[in-house]
């Protein structure tokens, strides 16, 4: 639930808002499954772009990097989505 309040605080333009909610579902999608599952590692993309929105360039790219880094552990460097994933960070503003 508070994954979709995120998104629509995020689409009202209400920023700050939607990283609490989004901060919330990383802590506990981390706690139920892990660090290192890819339900976690997918929660991170929608925090890492309300930090963006918000002016946190620096820890917004931290989570970016480390979102590519843990999909490349996991599914390996060939594989479709971190080759997607790593196009969407080289071209990120």
């Known amino acids: 639930m508070e994954q979709y309040i995120g998104m629509a605080m995020h689409k009202l333009g209400r920023y700050k808002e939607s990283v609490e909610q989004f901060r919330s579902v990383f802590k506990k999608k981390a706690q139920v499954f892990g660090d290192e599952d890819v339900r976690t590692i997918d929660s991170v993309l929608k925090l890492a772009n309300g930090l963006k929105r918000i002016g946190e360039y620096q ?18 460097d060939n594989h479709r989505d971190v080759i997607m994933q790593t196009w969407l960070y080289c071209t990120m503003e």
Not at 61 to 71: C, D, I, P, Q, V
């Open 59 to 76: 820890e917004s790219m931290r989570l970016y990097e480390n979102r590519l880094g843990k999909y490349k552990a996991l599914l390996g």
